[in-house]
């Protein structure tokens, strides 16, 4: 499991975590400032190359990618801001947002996701 720490980019936390999962097709888990990325299969590992590449093209497309460094320690990736400055965008606040532990699911009703994880158990 990978974690992306994301504190000087919240606002695109969310966009960010959709690209990534699904370029190195992985289980995105969405926490406060930071989501982690699971293999499907327990025996697999997510390649750490993968995934900073998948941030960078995300980064880039976005047109910031001269403006934050993506570094990797293990089995935590960390999104830097290298000139201090932050991302700004209007963004669905983190607070309203869960999400499945089992697949990455993410909706911003606890009703639907509750709902959603009963089929996990069927």
């Given at each position: 499991m990978l974690t992306i720490d994301c504190k000087d980019v919240t606002s695109i936390q969310n966009e960010l975590l959709v690209?990534?999962?699904?370029?190195?097709?992985?289980?995105?888990?969405?926490?406060?400032?930071?989501?982690t990325l699971s293999a499907f299969e327990d025996d697999q590992k997510v390649d750490n190359t993968t995934v900073i590449s998948a941030i960078k093209e995300f980064l880039d497309s976005i047109g910031e990618i001269h403006n934050f460094a993506v570094i990797s320690n293990n089995d935590?990736?960390?999104?830097?801001s290298i000139s201090g400055k932050i991302i700004e965008r209007e963004s669905t606040p983190q607070d309203e947002m869960f999400s499945c532990t089992h697949c990455g699911f993410v909706t911003r009703y606890q009703v639907e996701l509750n709902t959603h994880m009963r089929i996990h158990y069927l």
């Open positions: 690209y990534v999962a699904d370029q190195v097709a992985a289980i995105p888990t969405l926490k406060h400032h930071q989501f935590m990736i960390t999104i830097k």
